[in-house]
């Protein structure tokens, strides 16, 4: 499950309306200063794809990037200042994330997850 906050459907709308895409791609991939990071990007659907509707849209997540997002919140922030600004997933699976939050490592068996 991918929980949706109000902010970031509101703005998940404006997105999606700005690049004419169909949905919001979520996935994980190797890669940032803790291993594994998250990637958006405006895009379609994939037939094996888990689907998360919301008032703004759709979300998008591949069932390998699944098993890393099962039980997060996606949220939109906007603060002062440019790093305060942007959508953000609050992984409960995440070991730590670093500073820009877009980077974490994963919370396996192994280290406690």
Do not use: W
Not at 5 to 20: D, G, H, M, P, Y
């Amino acid at each position: 499950m991918l929980e949706i906050t109000q902010n970031a459907s509101n703005r998940l709308s404006e997105v999606i309306a700005e690049r004419k895409g169909e949905g919001l791609r979520l996935f994980v991939e190797k890669g940032g200063c803790a291993g594994l990071q998250y990637v958006l990007s405006v895009d379609s659907r994939r037939s094996n794809d888990h689907v998360f509707p919301c008032a703004g849209g759709q979300v998008f997540i591949d069932p390998e990037s699944f098993l890393y997002l099962d039980g997060s919140t996606l949220e939109y922030e906007e603060g002062n200042g440019l790093n305060d600004i942007g959508f953000r997933i609050q992984n409960p699976k995440a070991n730590r994330s670093c500073g820009c939050g877009t980077s974490f490592e994963y919370n396996t068996p192994a280290n406690g997850g």
